[in-house]
């Protein structure tokens, strides 16, 4: 069993930046993978990016490539989403999962946090 809770969200002028906190807790194995999803209103759970929790290899989605990065602090365990330079679309909630596959499908995750919210005004 493994549990997730996030923390950081909150409201944000677009071009600023904020970092969520993923703290894991539980029967986290180094194989497992740790990545942050977000949902929009009225749009299907998108994945933002992903690491390997062993030696915190990294990959994100095309759209956040050049502004987000991911890292992870193993004596806290605590996986972070640094977000830089947000813009209105990269309003929603965000969850951070655990899984074993290395994979940007959501249904490859077993395990979810409940989610921060994430609003970025224009």
């Known amino acids: 069993q493994v549990e997730l809770v996030e923390s950081g969200g909150g409201v944000v002028q677009a071009g600023g930046s904020l970092r969520l906190s993923c703290v894991v807790s539980?029967?986290?194995?180094?194989?497992?993978?740790v990545g942050w999803f977000r949902q929009a209103p009225g749009k299907e759970r998108e994945f933002v990016a992903r690491?390997?929790?062993?030696?915190?290899?990294?990959y994100y989605a095309d759209n956040v490539q050049d502004r987000f990065n991911l890292s992870r602090d193993i004596p806290s365990n605590t996986v972070y989403l640094r977000m830089n330079s947000l813009i209105p679309q990269d309003t929603a909630i965000y969850y951070c999962?655990?899984?074993?596959?290395?994979?940007?499908?959501?249904?490859?995750?077993?395990?979810w946090g409940q989610g921060t919210q994430v609003t970025v005004s224009s």
């Open positions: 999962a655990a899984g074993s596959s290395w994979s940007s499908n959501p249904l490859y995750y077993d395990y």
């Open positions: 539980g029967r986290i194995l180094s194989s497992n993978v």
């Open positions: 690491l390997i929790w062993s030696h915190a290899a990294t």
